[in-house]
C-alpha cells in the first residue's frame, strides 16, 4: 500500500508540475541570462529599456536567469522545464520529508501532499525565478524544523541557502523575516541555545551581502516589497472566498 501511494503520489506531482504555460516574463529572464553567459559579466545598464538609459540596474534575479540560459543552452524548450520540475519535485519532497518530520505518517504525509498539491500548481505551471522561493522556502521550514528539535547544526545550511536565494528571487525577505521570528521565539523558550542559535543565524544575514551589489540589492528589494503593486497579480490579497482561499484558511 506504501509503496502505490508512493507511486501514486509522484506520478500526480509529474503529471502536475510538467504542464507549461509560456509566462511574459521568460523572454527577458532567458535574454538577460544569455548577455551574461555571453559577455561574461552583469550588464550594469539595462541595454533594452531606452527610457532609463544610463542608470545604475540592479537585476536582483541574475541568478535564476543565468540557469535558464544553461538549461536553454544545454536542451532547448525542454531544458527549461526540466529544470523547471526538478525544483518543484525537489520542494515537494521536502515539504513531505518535513512532515515526516513532524512524526505524521508516511500514508498521512502522500494524502497531505496530494490534498495541497491543486492549490501549489498555479505558481508552478511558469518557468519564473519565483520557482526558487518555492524550493528555499521549503528548506528554510525544513532547517527549522531540524533545529527546533534541538539538531542545531542544521541552521549552518542556512548562510548558503540564503547566499543563493538572494541571487535568485526577492522572496529571500520573507525567508529571512520566517527565520528571524523563529529564532526569537525560540530563544525566548530555550535562552541557554543562544550560542547555537545566533552564531549561524549572524552569518546567514552576512551572507545575504554576498551578490553583485551588497546592501544596495536588499534595500532595492526593501524598497520594491514596500510598495503598493496591484498591477501584480501575485500580490494582490487572497480572497478567501475563492478555492485556493479556503485552501489556505
Known amino acids: ?13 509529474l503529471l502536475g508540475v510538467t504542464r507549461t504555460v ?4 521568460l523572454w527577458g529572464h532567458l535574454r538577460f541570462g544569455l548577455d551574461t553567459l555571453h559577455n561574461g559579466y552583469l550588464t550594469p545598464q539595462d541595454p533594452y529599456a531606452y527610457t532609463t538609459a544610463g542608470q545604475v540596474w540592479i537585476n536582483h534575479e541574475w541568478l535564476a536567469e543565468l540557469l535558464f540560459a544553461l538549461a536553454w543552452r544545454a536542451a532547448g524548450n525542454p531544458g527549461l522545464i526540466l529544470l523547471k520540475v526538478s525544483v518543484e519535485v525537489l520542494t515537494l519532497a521536502l515539504a513531505f520529508l518535513i512532515l515526516l518530520r513532524h512524526r505524521v505518517e508516511p500514508l498521512w504525509a502522500c494524502l497531505y501532499v496530494l490534498l495541497f498539491l491543486p492549490a501549489m500548481l498555479p505558481s508552478m505551471w511558469t518557468v519564473r525565478p519565483q520557482m526558487f522561493t518555492n524550493l528555499m522556502f521549503a528548506l528554510m521550514l525544513f532547517i527549522i524544523v531540524m533545529a ?9 545550511a542556512a548562510p548558503p541557502a540564503l547566499c543563493f536565494w538572494v541571487n535568485t528571487h526577492g522572496g529571500v525577505l520573507a525567508g529571512t523575516a520566517v527565520m528571524l521570528i523563529w529564532a526569537a521565539v525560540h530563544l525566548l523558550f530555550h535562552p541557554r541555545s543562544w550560542k547555537k542559535v545566533l552564531t549561524p543565524l549572524v552569518v546567514a544575514l552576512i551572507a545575504t ?3 553583485p551589489y551588497g546592501v544596495g540589492l536588499l534595500s532595492f ?15 494582490a490579497p487572497l480572497q478567501i472566498q475563492s478555492p485556493l482561499g479556503l485552501l489556505y484558511l
Not at 22 to 25: A, K, M, N, Q
Not at 148 to 156: E, I, N
Open 221 to 235: 528589494l526593501m524598497r520594491t516589497a514596500i510598495g503598493t503593486r496591484p498591477e501584480i497579480a501575485e500580490w
Open 148 to 156: 527546533d528539535r534541538g539538531h542545531y547544526g542544521w541552521l549552518w
Open 209 to 211: 551581502l554576498v551578490n
Open 1 to 13: 500500500l506504501r509503496a502505490s501511494l508512493l507511486i501514486l503520489v509522484i506520478s500526480a506531482v
Open 22 to 25: 509560456v509566462d511574459p516574463d
